[in-house]
């Protein structure tokens, strides 16, 4: 059975940091694009970060360029959202996703995606 297990998350200080991880279960991260996207209450969900099957691609939403980092490790089967300078506007409950496709590329797109996490909130409040 595939799965997407997801950790971090949890209540920051605006201005703090936060450390989201995400690995498949039952299947390799090779050949897998990864994204996340995020959903505020009362909002559409929306996508935050993705990161091509090669790690050598990366999108990030505008709202996030400069504080957040995407990163993958194939070889531990693992994908990381690096969140810094958070602010109470990045609170959300934040979903792994991850496609069977070995582009060169990532896709923005939530439709695009084959496998998700159960989701991890992330508040960010003083």
């Known amino acids: 059975q595939y799965q997407v297990v997801q950790s971090g998350g949890g209540l920051v200080q605006p201005g703090g940091s936060l450390t989201l991880s995400c690995a498949p279960s039952?299947?390799?991260?090779?050949?897998?694009?990864v994204a996340w996207f995020r959903q505020a209450a009362g909002k559409e969900r929306e996508g935050v970060s993705c990161i091509a099957s090669s790690g050598k691609m990366t999108h990030y939403a505008d709202s996030v360029k400069g504080r957040f980092k995407i990163s993958r490790d194939n070889a531990k089967n693992i994908v990381l959202l690096q969140m810094d300078n958070l602010k109470p506007d990045d609170t959300a409950v934040y979903y792994c996703?991850?496609?069977?496709?070995?582009?060169?590329?990532?896709?923005?797109?939530?439709?695009?995606?084959?496998?998700w996490g159960k989701g991890t909130r992330v508040t960010v409040s003083s």
């Open positions: 996703a991850i496609e069977a496709w070995d582009g060169p590329y990532c896709h923005t797109e939530e439709t695009e995606y084959d496998y």
């Open positions: 039952g299947f390799p991260l090779n050949f897998h694009a």
